[in-house]
C-alpha cells in the first residue's frame, strides 16, 4: 500500500523557518511528481509546491523566493524548506504524489507562524 508521512511542523515566530519532509513508500517514488499542499482554516486546500521527476520545479506566486522544494531519490523523500515565514503561511501542509491521474496524500501536518 501506499504511505506518504510529512514530519517537521510545529510553531515558529514570523521570519523563522522549518523544513518538511515527506517519506514515500509504496510508490515508484522517482517516477512521480511530488507536491506540497496547504490548506487554512476556512480556505480551500492550494498548491504549494511540486517538482516533477525529472527536477523541474513549480511554486505558488506567495512563496517564490521564500520556500525550495527539492527530493532525494535514494531516501523516498521530498522536502519543503520554509524561511522568511509569515503568519499567513500558517496551515496543515499535505504531501502528495502523482503518476498520470493518480493521486496519494498524507495525512498532513500542522505549521502555525505566530509570535
Known amino acids: 500500500q501506499v504511505q506518504l508521512v510529512e514530519s517537521g511542523g510545529g510553531l515558529v515566530q514570523p521570519g523563522g523557518s522549518l523544513r518538511l519532509s515527506c517519506a514515500a513508500s509504496?510508490?515508484?517514488?522517482?517516477?512521480?511528481?511530488m507536491g506540497w499542499y496547504r490548506q487554512a482554516p476556512g480556505k480551500q486546500r492550494e498548491l504549494v509546491a511540486d517538482?516533477?521527476?525529472?527536477?523541474?520545479?513549480n511554486y505558488v506566486d506567495s512563496v517564490k523566493g521564500r520556500f525550495t522544494i527539492s527530493r532525494d531519490n535514494a531516501k523516498n523523500t521530498v522536502y519543503l524548506q520554509m524561511n522568511s515565514l509569515k503568519p499567513e503561511d500558517t496551515a496543515v501542509y499535505y504531501c502528495?504524489?502523482?503518476?498520470?491521474?493518480?493521486?496519494?496524500w498524507g495525512k498532513g501536518t500542522l505549521v502555525t507562524v505566530s509570535s
Open positions: 517538482i516533477t521527476s525529472g527536477g523541474t520545479t
Open positions: 502528495n504524489s502523482k503518476r498520470g491521474v493518480t493521486d496519494y
Open positions: 509504496g510508490i515508484i517514488f522517482s517516477r512521480d511528481r
